[in-house]
């Protein structure tokens, strides 16, 4: 009878170690794919956006703006900012940039072991692309 208890004993030491890391691991994991889902979300609306602004036939950098919200907007996972610059004559070179911040779920956590991370993670995504000119 007291070897069972005892066994059963080491067993809940182990799981006490081993739960809070893989806790800790599944947290960064699901942190990680937020912060990967964002950038892949930016790249494609910068894109989008560059590509819609190089075709439109007036107000480029307004079509620019307007395709990359709209897919931005479509899914959205943290916060966006899209900038557009350049075009207005054919051969103009169209850039759009889509900012984004995914907050950090893991920063609480990484303090109490002495790590000091951002509150957000940020990166932006840019597209080029020549006005078409007809």
Not at 78 to 86: C, D
Not at 111 to 124: A, D, I, N, R
Request: with cysteine.
């Amino acid at each position: 009878m007291f070897r069972r208890l005892c066994r059963r004993t080491a067993e809940l030491d182990e799981a006490a170690l081993a739960l809070p890391v893989l806790l800790l691991v599944s947290l960064a994991l699901v942190n990680l794919a937020l912060l990967g889902f964002a950038a892949v979300n930016a790249g494609n609306a910068a894109e989008y956006g560059a590509r819609m602004g190089s075709v439109a036939l007036a107000n480029q950098p307004g079509a620019a703006y307007s395709a990359a919200l709209t897919k931005v907007n479509a899914v959205r996972v943290g916060s966006y900012t899209v900038s557009v610059s350049g075009g207005g004559r054919p051969g103009a070179r169209i850039e759009v940039a889509v900012t984004y911040r995914v907050p950090n779920y893991f920063g609480g956590l990484a303090s109490l072991f002495g790590v000091s991370t951002p509150s957000q993670f940020q990166g932006t995504a840019r597209a080029y692309f020549r006005q078409e000119g007809w």
